[in-house]
T-cell receptor
Framework: NAGVTQTPKFQVLKTGQSMTLQCAQD?????MSWYRQDPGMGLRLIHY???????DQGEVPNGYNVSRSTTEDFPLRLLSAAPSQTSVYFC???????????FGQGTRLTVV | GESVGLHLPTLSVQEGDNSIINCAYS??????FIWYKQESGKGPQFIID?????DKRQGQRVTVLLNKTVKHLSLQIAATQPGDSAVYFC????????????FGTGTRLQVTL
């Protein structure tokens, strides 16, 4: 049982490049979210989805796009990478509202 | 490598002692709370949760206490072990906000032998 799988684990981008962080879950969870974690700031919500075809913005959405075409996958796209997007990114899923969320292992992104 | 900052509050506890990690939450409308454990280089791992209609909930070696009057949450770990060394986060959720979690900044627990 894989749970929440994120790829890649590490990535270095140049300023202005675009890329997609992948997230997949095999638990048939409806709710999926993306967070970023910066030193001393805990995790902050970027975007979330309550089901296939439905997405919404979180606390820090600027510079990121998401889509949810299937229940399993929730990719996060960086349109034009900036050094301020250097962070560790976590994807999470849960089967419902107000229940525990399961997190992936994270993607460490560095933008130079 | 480190996945969180170097300036987190740190709690040092001797192996075998009890640990108490505190968290103040900000939103009085929050009605669901979770404690997560994060080891270096890994994602947050669920420990225990509590809903606002409860004051206390116990798990295996862990207890969460909720004081809604002062908006305070605590995590108690009994007989702390070296494997408990990690960063601990509390997270809050407001009913009807689609599982959106707001995280605290975390506390680093160091277990000394």
């Amino acid at each position: 049982n894989a749970g929440v799988t994120q790829t890649p684990k590490f990535q270095v981008l140049k300023t202005g490049q675009s890329m997609t962080l992948q997230c997949a879950q095999d638990m048939n969870h409806e709710y999926m979210s993306w967070y970023r974690q910066d030193p001393g700031m805990g995790l902050r919500l970027i975007h979330y989805s309550v089901g296939a075809g439905i997405t919404d913005q979180g606390e820090v959405p600027n510079g990121y796009n998401v889509s949810r075409s299937t229940t399993e996958d929730f990719p996060l796209r960086l349109l034009s990478a900036a050094p301020s997007q250097t962070s560790v990114y976590f994807c999470a899923s849960s089967y419902s509202d107000r229940v525990k969320a399961f997190f992936g292992q994270g993607t460490r992104l560095t933008v130079v | 490598g480190e996945s969180v900052g170097l300036h987190l509050p740190t709690l040092s506890v001797q192996e075998g002692d009890n640990s108490i990690i505190n968290c103040a939450y900000s939103n009085s409308a929050s009605d669901y709370f979770i404690w997560y454990k994060q080891e270096s280089g890994k994602g947050p791992q669920f420990i225990i949760d509590i809903r606002s209609n409860m004051d206390k909930r116990q798990g295996q070696r862990v207890t969460v206490l909720l004081n809604k009057t002062v908006k305070h949450l605590s995590l108690q770990i009994a007989a702390t072990q070296p494997g408990d060394s990690a960063v601990y986060f509390c997270a809050e959720n407001i009913a009807g906000t689609a599982s959106k979690l707001t995280f605290g900044t975390g506390t680093r627990l160091q277990v000394t032998l």
